[in-house]
């Protein structure tokens, strides 16, 4: 029997069908999601935020937000809640965080020789040669200024005028997210790095009866040490070994200081201890030697001097909060090899100048690509006739100092200071770079002429790095041997009269 077949089923073309099908479907989400994410279809259900700005912004400020906030033609930016914007100043930075952004913090600068160091704010418009810029700018061939009796980097609070955005609407936030990251870093205590320098201790003499007579040594630094230990790094540069007994007297030239008095070094918060001077063997090389033991001991670093030629030779390098700092110390005074008070081979001492060393010292240190401070002890400016007699002549550079200065900057040098004088001298900005030609005594016991009782305190700022500015502090004592910040009048005084020696 024949059966009959059954008819053959047509394949169908499965795999192309179901690859049409997802092509379709993928290309009609994706017109899809352009449609309902395009201006049209968002107009369409809801109203866009519209941007006020207030007549109290700037123009400068309104072309700051504008692209922020609105974008550009090609990619326009709509907000979803309509905000008010504006703007307002004042001297402390605003608490209210959720509708208000500091925009800029804004310092009193004058000139580098400006005598004053406070300003108030109702002269601030009104005093020829001062004016306010933001502290981003701040350039160290500028005098920063305290206002009404505030010095910004003493909190990085107050001292400065703040300038602040005001978004007010329903929702802040909206537009203070698309700013926020767009706005400057402002210097903090945690970015900026505050190096403090002094001029002479000698902490011995007259010193030393009056420590027999107090008892505490920390009697000398009442008035200062809380100044002198506000900075990051201290810098000292004394002139005196430790010496048990001390029979340091008053007039000599042979001089030492009390164990006790190493009180009033960490008293002031000392990180450096300089030793270029002229004494630090004047009652021989052992207490030289223990004095720099007790330093090391109490962890306080050295430089300019030390217990042999070659470590006494060695730069201070300094790496902290992004600044890179070498410190070189010299003496190029009456200190030699020969006369026992220079380091030589195995003996302590000061590290004696040569121009070869620094020279070599700089271009080491600018490879390395750090701010070079050199300090040097230099001669004495000896011309006091009479007791009381003021010296306007001294406050000069001597013979010869002003050369070697300027040829230290001429060589690479960023800074450069004399931290021998027992007056102090004048300052000046050299190829832009300053010089400080002598910084006077900071704890000593001479008392005889007004020159001699007066110092002067730097502090250096680094912001990230950068060095932006130098604190210049005039300081005085009398007979009661305590030293302090002078005042205001008379710190005007003071430097208006070393800008005549210029």
Same mark, same amino acid.
Request: aromatic share 8%; glycine share 8%.
């Given at each position: 029997m024949i059966r009959s077949r059954r008819p053959r089923q047509e394949k169908r073309p499965t795999f192309l069908i179901c690859l049409i099908i997802f092509i379709a479907a993928f290309l009609a989400a994706f017109f899809v999601a352009k449609f309902f994410t395009s201006g049209f279809v968002t107009n369409l259900f809801f109203t866009p935020g519209v941007v006020t700005y207030d007549e109290s912004l700037s123009e400068?400020?309104?072309?700051?937000?504008?692209?922020?906030?609105?974008g550009t033609e090609d990619t326009p930016i709509t907000l979803k809640h309509d905000i008010l914007i504006s703007a307002s100043e004042g001297t402390t930075p605003p608490k209210d965080t959720e509708h208000y952004l500091t925009y800029d913090i804004l310092v009193p600068v004058a000139d580098f020789y400006y005598a004053p160091?406070?300003?108030?704010?109702?002269?601030?418009?009104?005093?020829?040669?001062?004016q306010l810029i933001s502290i981003s700018t701040l350039q160290h061939s500028q005098k920063l200024l305290s206002l009404d009796g505030y010095?910004?980097?003493?909190?990085?609070?107050?001292?400065?005028?703040?300038?602040?955005?005001?978004?007010?609407?329903?929702?802040?936030?909206?537009?203070?997210?698309?700013?926020?990251?767009?706005?400057?870093?402002?210097?903090?205590?945690?970015?900026?790095?505050?190096?403090?320098?002094?001029?002479v201790t000698a902490l011995a003499r007259l010193m030393v009866a009056k420590l027999n007579s107090v008892g505490d040594a920390t009697y000398f630094t009442k008035n200062i040490a809380d100044y002198l230990s506000s900075a990051d790094l201290t810098h000292l540069s004394n002139?005196?070994?430790?010496?048990?007994? %001390?029979?340091?007297?008053?007039?000599?030239?042979?001089? %030492?200081?009390?164990?006790?008095?190493?009180?009033?070094?960490?008293?002031?918060?000392?990180?450096?201890?300089?030793?270029?001077?002229?004494?630090?063997?004047?009652?021989?090389?052992?207490?030289?030697?223990?004095?720099?033991?007790?330093?090391?001991?109490?962890?306080?670093?050295?430089?300019?001097?030390?217990?042999?030629?070659?470590?006494?030779?060695?730069p201070l390098e300094i790496d902290q909060k992004s600044a890179k700092i070498t410190l070189l110390g010299?003496?190029?005074?009456?200190?030699?090899?020969?006369?026992?008070?220079?380091?030589?081979?195995?003996?302590?001492?000061?590290?004696?100048?040569?121009?070869?060393?620094?020279?070599?010292?700089?271009?080491?240190?600018?490879?390395?690509?750090d701010f070079?401070?050199?300090?040097?002890?230099?001669?004495?400016?000896?011309?006091?006739?009479?007791?009381?007699?003021?010296?306007?002549? %001294?406050?000069?550079?001597?013979?010869?100092?002003?050369?070697?200065?300027?040829?230290?900057?001429?060589?690479?040098?960023?800074?450069?200071?004399g931290t021998q004088a027992h007056q102090p001298q004048t300052f000046e900005l050299y190829n832009g770079k300053p010089i400080y030609y002598g910084l006077g005594n900071l704890f000593f016991d001479q008392t005889h002429w007004p020159g001699t009782t007066r110092g002067i305190i730097l502090t250096h700022y680094f912001v990230n790095g950068k060095y932006v500015q130098t604190r210049l502090a005039p300081t005085v004592y009398d007979k009661d041997l305590q030293v302090k910040l002078m005042d205001e009048e008379d710190s005007i005084w003071f430097i208006n009269r070393l800008n005549q020696a210029r």
């Open positions: 400068s400020e309104v072309a700051f937000l504008k692209p922020l906030l609105e160091s406070n300003i108030s704010s109702a002269e601030l418009t009104t005093t020829e040669g001062v010095y910004f980097f003493d909190d990085f609070t107050n001292g400065a005028v703040y300038r602040s955005l005001i978004f007010t609407g329903s929702d802040p936030a909206e537009s203070m997210d698309l700013i926020r990251s767009h706005l400057p870093t402002f210097p903090t205590k945690d970015t900026t790095l505050s190096l403090t320098q002094t001029g002139e005196v070994s430790f010496a048990s007994p %001390c029979n340091s007297t008053a007039g000599s030239v042979v001089l %030492c200081a009390d164990p006790r008095m190493a009180d009033a070094i960490t008293a002031v918060g000392a990180d450096i201890i300089e030793l270029t001077g002229n004494h630090n063997n004047d009652y021989g090389q052992q207490a030289n030697l223990d004095t720099i033991a007790k330093y090391a001991e109490l962890g306080l670093e050295t430089f300019g001097g030390g217990k042999d030629e070659a470590t006494a030779a060695k010299y003496n190029q005074s009456t200190s030699t090899k020969a006369n026992g008070q220079g380091a030589s081979g195995s003996k302590p001492g000061a590290n004696i100048y040569s121009r070869e060393k620094a020279a070599a010292d700089i271009a080491t240190a600018k490879a390395r690509g070079i401070i050199v300090d040097v002890q230099y001669f004495e400016c000896y011309s006091y006739p009479d007791y009381g007699a003021e010296m306007p002549s %001294c406050d000069a550079p001597i013979s010869g100092q002003q050369e070697l200065f300027r040829d230290l900057i001429d060589l690479g040098a960023d800074m450069v200071i």
